[in-house]
C-alpha cells in the first residue's frame, strides 16, 4: 500500500494531464451507456408503469382480437363472475386545451365507476365544497356525459377548479368537458405523472367513437393466489375471438417491440465504454514503457512480479474507480439529453414514452461500477503483466532511450486478416431471437481487425512518408514522420482507438445516407397521394383514434376528391410480440395508389397482386413483417379474428420505411368480413386533376370549423415530415459518436504529451543544432496531425467495411429494411479535413510545452 | 579576428533550494583558429561556462560577444539564428536524433535553417567521407558504435561551416583508440579550416591537442597555459 502511493501515486499526480483524460475518457464512456440505460428504461418503464398504475389490482384482463370487441359479448360472459369482480374498460389518450392554449396528453380511463371502483383506489379529495359523500359525485359523472375527474396533481399545476369547463379533445374531436372532481395522488391517480383523466364508460365509448364496443374487461380475481390455473380455466370457456391475458403482457409485448432500438442503441453506447478502456490501457502501457528503469530497480530491491502486477492494476483502478464515479454522474446528466433525442423516435414509431429518465438507483451504481472497473483491469491486464516481466538488470542497462526500432513483424499483417475473415463468417450466420448478435460480432471483429492493423500502417507511413512529408512541409514534416515512426508501439493504441471511433463514424454516416436516399427514393415513390389526414391526437400508429363520420362524410363529398383511401390499422399480437393489421381500399390503391414491390417484382405485377386481394382471403405484407417472420409471396399466415383463426395468403411484399415492427394489409372488404366496419385511422386523399391541394386543405379545414381538429399534410408537408422523424431518430446516433470521437482524440493529445515529454533530450537537441520555437511547434502539429491522417484513413476504410455489415447484416436482422448502399463522399471528404483539423488542434498544447522545454540542461543531464 | 569574448561573465542557478553560484566571474576571448581546452575538477563550472558560450543559456551577470553580436542584445529566436549559423555543438553523448538516419542528422542543422537539400547532402557526403562514415549514411544511430556516432555528431557540428565549435568532453564516453580519433579530426579541423574550437575534458591528453588549457576551479579561472611552442598571438586572459 505505502509502495502503491509512493510509486503510483505520485506518479498519477505529476502527469496530472495524462491522469485526468484518462479519467475523462473512463467517465465519458460509462456515461454514455448508463444514458442510453436510463433512456431505454424510460420508454418501457414509462409505458410498463402506466400499465401497473392503470391496472391496479386487475389481475386478469380479457381482450378481443380486433380493437376491443363488441359489448353484447359481455352478457355471455356472466359465468365470469364466479372468478372475481370484473369492469369493463374504455382506455385512450386525449388531449387538454389550457387556458394559455397549450395542450398536454392525458391518459384516459373510462369506466362504469360504481362497478370499478373495487379494482382500483379512487379517492375524491375532499375539500370544504365537497364534502358530500363521494358516491353522490360519482354519480353525478354518470348524469352529466359531460364530466370529467381529473388528478390532484394536475390541477394543482394548471390552477383549475371543481365546477370549471375545459377543452378535451378526443381523436378529432374537441368538446367542453366540466371537471366535477378531483382525485387524490392515489392509485391510477399516479397514471403519466397524474396526466389522468376519469371518465363514465359511456362518455368514454362516445367520445373515442367506440359505441357499442370496449377495450377489454378488467378481472380482480377473488382469490390472487389461483392466478394461473384461474387464467388457465377462463381462457378454456372464452368464445373464439376473445382473449384471457396478464396486464403485464402488454408491457413485455411493448419491451420486445422496441428491443431491436434498444438493442442498436445499447451496442453503439459500448463504443464510447470501448474508447474509454482504450485511454486506461493506454495510460498503463505508457507508464510502464517509461518506467522499465524505475520497475527494474523495484525488482532488483525484492519486488516480486506479483508486487508489480498488483502496483499496475492499482493504478488501473485507482483510475477506473474515479472515472466510473464521475460517470455516474454525467450518465444522470447525458441521460435527460437522450431521453430528448429519443423521444421523438420512440413517440412518433412505437408509444407515446415518459419524458423523464428514471432517478439513479443502485442498479446504476451496480452497473457503472460491474462494468467499469473490470474491464478496466482487463484493459490493464495486458500492460501490467509485461509490466511484471520487467527483469531486474532493465534497472542496470541505464539510459535506453535509443529505442530499438519498430520491426514489422508477420503477425501484424496476419492477425488483421484473421479477424477479417472471421467477420466474414459472422456476417453469413443468422440473427440470434431476433437479434443480430453475430452482426455485432462482425463488426467487433472488422473493429478489432483494424485496430490490429494499425501498427503495420504506421510502419508503412514511416517508410513512404518522408519523401512527400518533406516536400510538403519541409524538414519539420520530416522530422516528425521521423518521431513517429520511431514511437510505434507508443502511438499505436491511441491512433487506433482513434481509428476505431471514426471508423464507426463512418460506418454510421455511410448507413444512415444510405438509408436515408433509399427513404427519399420510396417517398418519392410511394407517397403520391395529394393529402393526407388524421385526427389531431393520433401521434403514433399506435394511437387508437379515429375519424369522426362526419369528417369522413366532409371528405369524400368534397367536389374536388377524386378517392379518398380511408384507412384503418391497430396492433394485433403476432408470433408472440405486435404487428400491426391495416385496411385500406384496395380497388382505390390500385387506382391510385404507387406502393413499391419487393415481390412480385414490377409495377404491373404489384398491381395485379392487390388486385387479386379483393373479395379473397389474401393479404400484402411489409418488408419487415416478411424478413422477421420469415414468410414470402404464396405463404399462409393465421390471424385470429373476432370469428376465431382464419388462415390469409400473402399475395405481395411491399417495401416500407415508416415502421419496423411489421405491417400486415387486407382490402376494406375483406376486413370488414372477419372484423367488422373499421372506422378510419387516416386517410389518403387523391384529387381531381387540376385540383390545388392547398386551396382544398383551407377549404376542408374550413368545413371541419372548430368542431373536429383534424392535422391535413399536404404531399410536400407530409414528405418533409416523414424526412424529419428519420432525421430525428438518428440524432442520438451521431451524439454518441461525437463523444466517442472527442474521447479518442483526447487520448491523441495525452499520448502525444507524454512522447514530448520522453523526447526531452532530442527536442533540446534540435533546438541546439538550430530549431526555433516555431519549428518544434510546427513538427510536434505535424505529428498530431499525421497521426489523424493515418486513423482517419484507416477509420474510412474500415468504416465503409464496416457499414456493408450494419447495411446489409444488423440493420435486415433487427429492422427488416433493404437499403441501397450509396458513399456519401461529401461527408466523407469533410469528415476528413475536420478529424485532420481536430487533431492537429489537439497537437497545439503538447507543441507549446516542447517549445518552452529549456535547451541547456536537457541535453547534459543524463 | 575575435570569435568569442567572454568578460566578467557570471552564472548563478537558483533553481534548487539553495543558489548555486556555477561561474564566478570568468573573463576569455578566443580569436579565429583558437583551440582552446578547459579543465578542472567535476562540479568547477565547465558545462555551465560552456552553455553560456554555446548561447545555449544566459549569463547572471557579464557581457559575452559572439563575432560582432552582443548575446544580451538577442531574443531568444535571434540566439537559435545565431546558433544555427554560427556555432557547432559536440557532446559526451552523442546526441544524434535516433529517429533519423545518420545522413538525415548530418543534414539537420542545414535544413532547419532552410537550406538547400541536395547541396546539404552533397555536403553531408563530403563530411562523411572525412570522418570515415560514407558506408554508414543510411544507417540508424543504434546501429553505429560509440565513436561512429561521435563522429557523425562531428559532422553535423560542422556541416553549416560555423565560426566556433563548442565540445563538452567529446571523449568522455569512448575508449582511448576512438577518443584519438576524435581528437585528431578536431585537430585536422581546427589546422584546416581555421576552426576555433573550445573543448571541455577531463583527461590530460585530450587538453594536450589544444593550443591553451585553462584551467578552471569553483567557477574561476585558476591558471592558463600554452601547449604548442608555435607562437600565437598572446590569449588574453584574465584571472
Ligand atoms: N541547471 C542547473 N541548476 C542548478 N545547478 C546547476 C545546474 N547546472 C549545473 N549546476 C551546478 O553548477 C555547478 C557546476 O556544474 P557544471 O556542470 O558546470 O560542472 P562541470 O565542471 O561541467 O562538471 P563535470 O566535470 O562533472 O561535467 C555544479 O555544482 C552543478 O551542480
Ligand atoms: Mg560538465
Known sequence: MRLFRQFIWRHLAQEKLRSCATVLGIALGVAVVLAIQMTNASSVRGFEKAIETVAGKTSLEIVGAGAGFDELLIKDLGWLRTYGQVSPVIEGDAEITLADKRSESLRVLGVDILRDRSLRDYQLRANAETQTASARQFLQLLSDARSVILTEKFTRKHKLNIGQTVELTFADKAEPYTVRGVLKDEGPARTMDGNFALLDLASAQWAFHRLGRIDRLDVRLKDAAQLAAAERAIAERLPAGLRVQRPARRGSQVEKMLAAFHFNLTALSYIALLVGLFLIYNTVSISVITRRAEIGTLRALGATRGTVLALFLAEALALAVIGCSLGLLFGRVLSFGAVKLTATTVNALYIAAAAEPPPLAWQHVWIAFGLGLPLSLLAAAVPALEAARVAPTAAMRGSDHLISRFRLRARYVVLPLCLLAAAWWFARQPAVNGLPAFGYASALAIVFGAAFLVPAVLFALGRLGDKPLFRLFKIEGRLANANLAGAIPRISISVAALAVSLSMMTAIAVMIGSFRETVVYWVNQTLVADLYLRPATRHNVATDAVFSPEVERIVSAHPAVAAADRFRNFDIAYGGGLVTLGTGEFAKQEAHGHLLFKAPTGAEAGKAAIRSCIGQDAVIVSESFALKYATQVGDVISLTTPQGDRTFRIAAVYYDYSSDRGIIVMDRGTFTKYFGEPQATSLTVYLRPGADADAVREDLLRQFGSNYRVLIYTNASIRQEVLRIFDSTFAITYALEVIAIFVAILGVATTLLTLILERKREIAVLRLVGADRRQVRKMVVIEAGLMGAVSQSVGAGVGLLLSLVLIYVINVQSFGWTIQFRVPWGFLAQSSLLILLATALSGLYPARRASQLQTAEEVVEE | ?239
Open chain 2, 1 to 239: 579576428m575575435i570569435i568569442l569574448s567572454v568578460e566578467d561573465v557570471r552564472k548563478t542557478y537558483v533553481g534548487g533550494e539553495t543558489p548555486v553560484e556555477a561561474v564566478r566571474g570568468v573573463s576569455l576571448s578566443l580569436a579565429a583558429g583558437d583551440f582552446v581546452a578547459l579543465m578542472g575538477p567535476s562540479g568547477c563550472g565547465k558545462s555551465s561556462l560552456l552553455h553560456l558560450c554555446g548561447a545555449m543559456d544566459r549569463p547572471t551577470a557579464g557581457r559575452l560577444r559572439i563575432e560582432t553580436a552582443d548575446l544580451a542584445q538577442l531574443n531568444d529566436d535571434q540566439l537559435t539564428k545565431l546558433r544555427r549559423e554560427r556555432i557547432g555543438f559536440v557532446f559526451q553523448f552523442f546526441n544524434l536524433l535516433p529517429t533519423l538516419t545518420v545522413r538525415e542528422n548530418i543534414t539537420l542543422p542545414v535544413l532547419l535553417a532552410g537550406g538547400d537539400v541536395t547541396a546539404a547532402e552533397r555536403r553531408a557526403g563530403e563530411l562523411a567521407e572525412r570522418v570515415g562514415l560514407t558506408h554508414r549514411l543510411r544507417h540508424y544511430p543504434q546501429q553505429l558504435s560509440g565513436g561512429e556516432m561521435q563522429r557523425a555528431a562531428m559532422a553535423r557540428a560542422i556541416i553549416h561551416e560555423p565560426a566556433l565549435l563548442i565540445a563538452d568532453e567529446p571523449t568522455g564516453n569512448l575508449d582511448s583508440e576512438n577518443g584519438a580519433r576524435v581528437l585528431n579530426l578536431l585537430g585536422e579541423l581546427n589546422r584546416e579550416l581555421q576552426l576555433t574550437i573550445l573543448l571541455a575534458t577531463h583527461g590530460a591528453e585530450t587538453a594536450a591537442a589544444a593550443q591553451r588549457i585553462i584551467r578552471m576551479r569553483d567557477g574561476k579561472i585558476a591558471s592558463v597555459e600554452t601547449t604548442s611552442a608555435i607562437e600565437e598571438p598572446t590569449p588574453r586572459a584574465f584571472v
